[in-house]
T-cell receptor
Framework: DTEVTQTPKHLVMGMTNKKSLKCEQH?????MYWYKQKAKKPPELMFV???????INESVPSRFSPECPNSSLLNLHLHALQPEDSALYLC????????????FGPGTRLTVL | AQTVTQSQPEMSVQEAETVTLSCTYD???????LFWYKQPPSRQMILVIR??????QNATENRFSVNFQKAAKSFSLKISDSQLGDTAMYFC??????????FGQGTRLTINP
């Protein structure tokens, strides 16, 4: 299995809702990432998990809460989002944390009403 | 801070032509990796090619090749015999050390029939 999967593909939520994005990989990778991507822009790093520990938080608002239950799974919990949070959320993984290429999932298209 | 610059926001060529996408980067380090990622309209980010900075030989992957000029900090992507399926956003990216992949702003490439 050489892919990163993400669910759901699309998500529409209100500003008072709580939802979660899920990401899974079975490549034995030890680093996993969340990115936010706006249209026609490069991905912006949000969080990095290395060996299941949060190693980078790029000053992301607390309404985004990451979780890494095990080495294959990565969640992003969403609460009280704003319309400007509407974007494509990409998950990625890499074998390690040093000079490694990252493998991306297909993303979750999030719309906040 | 590392930066990656793609000076061509958009490019358009005819099918079967050769096209070159430009990328420059800035770093004071000697050991790093460079990547070209492709993101088609269907949105999944796919690794096209990678280059290790310590390798003098330019990387090639079938119709894709790079021109890596370390002293000039330049990393261009050449696509030979372009195909309609090459239509995508192309991101140049750089990683030095741990975890943080730095992306350029992207080049939107359109292959016309």
């Amino acid at each position: 299995d050489t892919e990163v999967t993400q669910t759901p593909k699309h998500l529409v939520m209100g500003m008072t809702n709580k939802k979660s994005l899920k990401c899974e990989q079975h490549m034995g990778h030890r680093a996993m990432y969340w990115y936010k991507q706006k249209a026609k822009k490069p991905p912006e790093l949000m969080f990095v998990y290395s060996y299941e520990k949060l190693s980078i938080n790029e000053s992301v608002p607390s309404r985004f809460s990451p979780e890494c239950p095990n080495s294959s799974l990565l969640n992003l919990h969403l609460h009280a989002l704003q319309p400007e949070d509407s974007a494509l959320y990409l998950c990625a993984s890499s074998p390690g944390t040093y000079n490694n290429e990252q493998f991306f999932g297909p993303g979750t298209r999030l719309t906040v009403l | 801070a590392q930066t990656v610059t793609q000076s061509q926001p958009e490019m358009s060529v005819q099918e079967a032509e050769t096209v070159t996408l430009s990328c420059t980067y800035d770093t004071s380090e000697n050991n790093y990796y460079l990547f070209w990622y492709k993101q088609p309209p269907s949105r999944q980010m796919i690794l096209v090619i990678r280059q290790e900075a310590y390798k003098q030989q330019n990387a090639t992957e079938n119709r894709f090749s790079v021109n890596f000029q370390k002293a000039a900090k330049s990393f261009s992507l050449k696509i030979s015999d372009s195909q309609l399926g090459d239509t995508a956003m192309y991101f140049c990216a750089f990683i030095e050390g741990a975890q943080k992949l730095v992306f350029g702003q992207g080049t939107r490439l359109t292959i016309n029939p």
